[in-house]
Nanobody
C-alpha cells in the first residue's frame, strides 16, 4: 500500500514561512520523482514544484520561483516544500505526488492534501 502523507501546513500571515513535508511509504522512493501541487477553492489543481528521482532536475511554477524550494531526502523517503514570503494567493490545499521515473510526467500516487492558509 502506497501512502503519501503531508504535514506542516497551517495558518500564517503574509511574509511568513512554512515547511511542508511529504512522508512516503510503500514505494521505492528513489525511483519516483516528486511533485507538489495545490488547489484553491473553486480552482483547478495546479502544479507548484517538481524534483526528479535523482534530485538533479527541479522545476517551479513561475509564481513561486524564488520563494519556494523543493527538496528530497531518499534516506527518509520524504519530500519537502519550503515556502517563504508567503502571500494570501498561496492559500490552498497542498498535495504531494509521486511519479515513477518511467512514467514521464504522470503521477501515480497522491497524498490527501494539507491546508495552507495565508492571511493578510
Amino acid at each position: 500500500q502506497v501512502q503519501l502523507v503531508e504535514s506542516g501546513g497551517g495558518l500564517v500571515q503574509t511574509g511568513d514561512s512554512l515547511r511542508l513535508s511529504c512522508a512516503a511509504s510503500g514505494l521505492t522512493f528513489s525511483r519516483h520523482a516528486m511533485g507538489w501541487f495545490r488547489q484553491a477553492p473553486g480552482k483547478e489543481r495546479e502544479f507548484v514544484a517538481f524534483i526528479s528521482g535523482r534530485g538533479d532536475i527541479i522545476n517551479y511554477e513561475d509564481s513561486v520561483k524564488g520563494r519556494f524550494t523543493i527538496s528530497r531526502d531518499d534516506a527518509k523517503s520524504a519530500a519537502y516544500l519550503q515556502m517563504d514570503s508567503l502571500r494570501p494567493e498561496d492559500t490552498a490545499v497542498y498535495y504531494c505526488a509521486a511519479s515513477s521515473i518511467w512514467s514521464f510526467n504522470d503521477y501515480q500516487y497522491w497524498g490527501q492534501g494539507i491546508q495552507v492558509t495565508v492571511s493578510s
